[in-house]
């Protein structure tokens, strides 16, 4: 039975919030979006305000709905689907925008089709009835305090109260008790949470754990956690394994970690492999499992590219969403890769796809596996003035913290090779580059004699040499090093990359189930390639160096695609390039370039023989009338960059932008950065640039530069605190070129 929203959108609420089921909550979506659809082609739906109240919730990020379900984050979409909810009459979706900076605006206040208070009034009465979703939003109401703002609350507020003249009499002599009235609106808040969780909402014991923690109550909010456990809400499955570890309960500990690492915890994962990685005497009855902990790591790693690939926060933690959680499992799994911990051999291109994980790029440790990559082409573009700027890092922070440990030899090896080629001083330097290589000996050294590792295995690694061997090509000759005669530059048999090209160049992507993501590898050969195939949907074949071009056709193809159809008979070839613009004549401009594929559906021996014909001998097809071509993107794409102080980056070059720039403003608020500013690459184009700084409090200061033409400048400011906001205006100013409800910001400069 309903209370509040229809039979129809209460069933599809259900599944995305009565349970933690990732492909229950999927169809729930799934059944909301077909809706939504029908409501755009004009279709007449009963209570469709409330169905794209919803999926504002859905699509607002992990922290309104439970992170393990991985929806998409999208704020653009958030944002618009919070509106049309308001316009299509939506009381509950009123109260959310209330909790949302920045989303009434002025003209949204205006299309108000209901006041607040009556907003307030109709959820108020579901909530009565019995509908969870409309206790929760109730519980908000008073649990962030827009009580305030709206009469009929406070009106519950105030129930048994004294009269106004009472009231008003005696706050002439007596201060006003704000702890007692806190205390009362908290009461309330939890009052509502209870119904709501009791009622199946299960996210609602998220908040009413904060309600206990701030009353610095820590019987009730480990009481709290332990109903969410048995509610099934895997956040809370962490907190209370974390409980049972702090009371040396550490068997039950691990079946609360485990039972949440099932649902995709990310925290939970990483307890759990710690647990079975490094045995201790307070847990000695659990046994080392090195193989199940890797697992655990691995798979919480796969979890991050998932999520980010999803555009989601990167980890979840006690409260929020923690970035330096994931940061945490990327560089556990680069490591472990490096070092042969999980004994395969070393896959450079599936490790230089880790590094490519916004996720680490606050971490100081990743530079010398950056620079390792970079110098020696490992999986990577060759880009020695890059590998250079990362030898560089790597050596400030060794500096400053005296050793990476396990990646010392890593950047050593980097710097030798760099000054050995003459990339640092212009010129070959001998003498430098021996130095450099005999301290990675000494590490490699150190490393491969070393008994107590993090792994708690009680064994030493075993790490590649590759610092003796390019020391085999040098002498000492009157007092400087130079190079044993037949001998012109270093070499190892370490770490090797396939000798030629494709295999050298190109990465197979592998795809787990039927998702768009897996792991990068040049570890492959044709029954690698033909065994993928068999199992899943589809391979991609992914070209970071010597791109090959099609005259006239389709030029620097980065990709090869094959995709099963549906009756898994035939199959679909991309591939994927750019293009100029042909219809440009000016030769004196430079001409549009687009991304573009071209693709053919074929016979399943067919697109086997075109793959293992670029395997084979690198070549490409012949592209004919017979096949399609598609435009990737409808316009060119601008170049912004993100600069973070005195940073810089040219966000087109990443896949995780959006990602970024959300970690941008997370750094200023918390303050780490004093400014950050999203811009066009160029100052003379013509576009939208945001320049942000913390003020006093939580705000952040928003300086908008709208940039008609060289002679037209206009300049907006407000404040605000809410991150999704500030993120919101500027995305959806990169990709349309649009600017926001300008309505409450001051013009502060006309020129």
């Given at each position: 039975m309903s209370f509040y929203f229809t039979d129809q959108i209460q069933q599809s609420f259900n599944k995305i919030f009565h349970q933690c089921n990732k492909d229950i909550a999927w169809d729930g979506k799934a059944e909301l979006d077909a809706l939504v659809k029908a409501d755009e082609e004009g279709q007449k739906i009963p209570g469709i305000g409330d169905a794209y109240a919803i999926l504002t919730r859905v699509y607002?990020?992990?922290?309104?709905?439970?992170?393990?379900?991985?929806?998409?984050?999208?704020?653009?979409?958030?944002?618009?689907?919070?509106?049309?909810?308001?316009?299509?009459?939506?009381?509950?979706?009123?109260?959310?925008?209330?909790?949302?900076?920045?989303?009434?605006?002025?003209?949204?206040?205006?299309?108000?089709?209901?006041?607040?208070?009556?907003?307030?009034?109709?959820?108020?009465?579901?909530?009565?009835?019995?509908?969870?979703?409309?206790a929760y939003a109730i519980a908000n109401v008073f649990q962030w305090e827009d009580y305030r703002l709206l009469p009929s609350a406070q009106k519950?507020?105030?129930?048994?109260?004294?009269?106004?003249?009472?009231?008003?009499?005696?706050?002439?002599?007596?201060?006003?008790?704000?702890?007692?009235?806190?205390?009362?609106?908290?009461?309330?808040?939890?009052?509502?949470?209870?119904?709501?969780?009791?009622?199946?909402?299960?996210?609602?014991?998220?908040?009413?754990?904060?309600?206990?923690?701030e009353q610095n109550n820590k019987a009730m909010e480990e009481q709290v956690i332990f109903e969410g456990a048995e509610a099934g809400l895997p956040l809370m499955m962490y907190l209370a394994g974390d409980i049972c570890k702090s009371r040396g309960e550490h068997e039950r500990a691990l079946e609360y970690f485990e039972r949440g690492a099932a649902m995709n915890n990310g925290l939970c994962l990483r307890e759990a492999a710690e647990y079975y990685a490094k045995p201790s005497e307070s847990h000695r009855r659990i046994p080392q499992d090195i193989q199940k902990a890797l697992n655990y790591i691995c798979y919480q790693l796969l979890l991050i590219i998932m999520r980010r690939r999803e555009h989601e926060r990167a980890a979840i933690s006690p409260d929020h969403l923690d970035f330096n959680d994931h940061a945490y499992a990327t560089m556990q799994a680069i490591i472990l890769r490096t070092l042969n911990i999980d004994g395969q051999s070393q896959d450079w291109s599936r490790i230089a796809h880790l590094l490519q994980q916004p996720a680490i790029y606050t971490l100081d440790t990743i530079w010398p596996y950056l620079a390792y990559v970079f110098t020696f082409k490992k999986g990577n573009t060759p880009a020695i003035k890059t590998a250079v700027e990362c030898v560089n890092q790597a050596s400030k922070c060794y500096d400053r913290y005296g050793s990476y440990d396990y990646a010392d030899h890593l950047w050593q090896l980097a710097a030798g090779y760099c000054?050995?080629?003459?990339?640092?001083?212009?010129?070959?330097?001998?003498?430098?580059?021996?130095?450099?290589?005999?301290?990675?000996?000494?590490?490699?050294?150190?490393?491969?004699?070393?008994?107590?590792?993090?792994?708690?295995?009680?064994?030493?690694?075993v790490i590649p040499d590759e610092a003796s061997e390019r020391l085999e090509a040098f002498e000492l000759v009157d007092g400087h090093y130079q190079y044993k005669k037949g001998v012109t530059q270093s070499s190892t048999t370490c770490n090797p990359m396939p000798p030629t090209w494709p295999q050298n160049s190109v990465d197979v992507l592998e795809i787990f189930e039927e998702s768009t993501t897996g792991w990068r590898t040049n570890k492959y050969d044709w029954n690698f390639i033909q065994r993928e195939w068999d199992t899943q949907k589809y391979l991609s074949f992914i070209i970071y160096d010597n791109r090959q071009s099609i005259e006239n056709v389709i030029y620097d193809v980065y990709s090869i695609v094959m995709f099963h159809n549906e009756d898994k008979n035939a199959c679909t070839i991309y591939l994927y390039g750019y293009i100029e613009d042909p219809t440009e004549?000016?030769?004196?401009?430079?001409?549009?370039?687009?991304?573009?594929?071209?693709?053919?559906?074929?016979?399943?021996?067919?697109?086997?023989?075109?793959?293992?014909?670029?395997?084979?001998?690198?070549?490409?097809?012949?592209?004919?009338?017979?096949?399609?071509?598609?435009?990737?993107?409808?316009?060119?794409?601008?170049?912004?960059?993100?600069?973070?102080?005195?940073?810089?980056?040219?966000?087109?070059?990443?896949?995780?932008?959006?990602?970024?720039?959300?970690?941008?403003?997370?750094?200023?608020?918390?303050?780490?950065?004093?400014?950050?500013?999203?811009?066009?690459?160029?100052?003379?184009d013509q576009c939208i640039s945001y320049y942000i700084e913390r003020k006093k409090g939580k705000n952040l200061r928003i300086q908008l530069y709208a940039t008609v033409d060289e002679d037209n400048e206009y300049v907006f400011e407000r404040e605000s605190c809410n991150l999704t906001s500030i993120n919101y205006w500027i995305q959806e100013s990169i990709t349309s070129n649009k600017l926001p409800d300008l309505s409450d910001w001051d013009e502060i400069k006309n020129k």
């Open positions: 607002s990020g992990p922290q309104f709905t439970w992170i393990e379900a991985g929806f998409p984050e999208d704020d653009t979409k958030a944002y618009s689907y919070l509106h049309t909810a308001i316009r299509k009459g939506s009381a509950i979706a009123i109260l959310q925008a209330m909790r949302t900076s920045g989303a009434l605006t002025p003209t949204i206040e205006k299309e108000l089709p209901m006041t607040k208070d009556q907003a307030f009034q109709r959820v108020y009465e579901g909530a009565q009835k019995g509908c969870s979703y409309c519950i507020v105030n129930e048994g109260e004294p009269s106004g003249v009472v009231h008003f009499l005696k706050s002439l002599f007596v201060q006003a008790d704000h702890h007692k009235l806190d205390a009362k609106i908290t009461s309330i808040a939890q009052q509502w949470l209870y119904k709501s969780a009791a009622a199946g909402l299960v996210i609602a014991y998220r908040n009413l754990r904060i309600t206990y923690a000054y050995e080629t003459g990339a640092i001083t212009k010129k070959p330097d001998l003498d430098q580059a021996v130095t450099f290589y005999e301290h990675a000996r000494e590490s490699i050294k150190r490393l491969n004699t070393k008994t107590d590792n993090c792994f708690g295995t009680g064994e030493p690694l004549l000016d030769e004196t401009l430079d001409p549009t370039v687009y991304e573009i594929r071209y693709f053919k559906e074929m016979s399943i021996p067919e697109g086997l023989g075109l793959i293992k014909d670029f395997y084979d001998n690198a070549t490409l097809p012949v592209i004919d009338e017979s096949w399609e071509k598609q435009y990737k993107n409808t316009t060119p794409p601008r170049e912004y960059v993100l600069t973070c102080d005195n940073d810089i980056f040219y966000l087109n070059q990443y896949e995780f932008s959006n990602q970024m720039i959300k970690d941008a403003l997370e750094g200023v608020a918390n303050g780490k950065y004093d400014m950050i500013s999203v811009r066009p690459s160029s100052i003379d």
